[in-house]
């Protein structure tokens, strides 16, 4: 199995067409983020396309290629605070509130989940996407974070946890 340093190594050596797959293994994870965080589907995968572009061009700047989903989680959060900003300075009163709500109804199933992950740590986060949105094992996260492995599944163990009362806790709002 090729891995995304291979990827890396290749579109940083004249094959740009190979950034594509590191585009197809990252795009679910990555767009999930997004979405917690800019609470709009579509502006997230607006956002993810960004993320993809700016990555791309700055690609020779990645220091650790092992550590390149991380790298590129940290990118996408620039993009999405940009997109916040730039959101709020042109938004108007009353129909900008309607189109929000309207927008809102648009996001994925996985809404609540990918909200609630949005708000976790970034240590917690990051070993959550990386185990259920990238599906790497514990031992690949290990290796990727540069932890022990019985370190990432306490890591684990406790994002759950977080996970669970978040979820409960956006349950309860919406009862009342």
């Not at 730039?86 to 129909?95: E, G, I, T, Y």
Request: glycine share 4%; with cysteine; charged share 30%.
């Amino acid at each position: 199995m090729k891995t995304d340093k291979y990827y890396i190594e290749r579109s940083l050596d004249g094959h740009p067409d190979d950034f594509r797959h590191l585009v197809a293994n990252h795009q679910w994870p990555v767009t999930a983020y997004l979405a917690g965080k800019l609470n709009n589907k579509a502006d997230a995968e607006e956002a993810a396309q960004e993320t993809f572009v700016r990555a791309y061009f700055a690609l020779e700047t990645l220091k650790k290629p092992d550590s390149f989903q991380s790298w590129l989680i940290g990118i996408a959060d620039r993009v999405a605070k940009e997109q916040m900003r730039a959101k709020n300075r042109f938004q108007q009163l009353p129909d900008s509130q309607l189109q929000d709500q309207s927008e809102m109804q648009d996001c994925s199933e996985d809404y609540e989940m990918e909200q609630a992950i949005a708000q976790l740590p970034d240590g917690y986060r990051e070993v959550i996407l990386l185990r259920f949105y990238a599906g790497r094992s514990c031992k690949e996260i290990a290796h990727i974070l540069n932890m022990r492995i019985g370190t990432v599944t306490k890591t684990l163990s406790r994002a759950y946890t977080q996970l669970r009362k978040l979820l409960n806790k956006q349950k309860k709002s919406e009862v009342q």
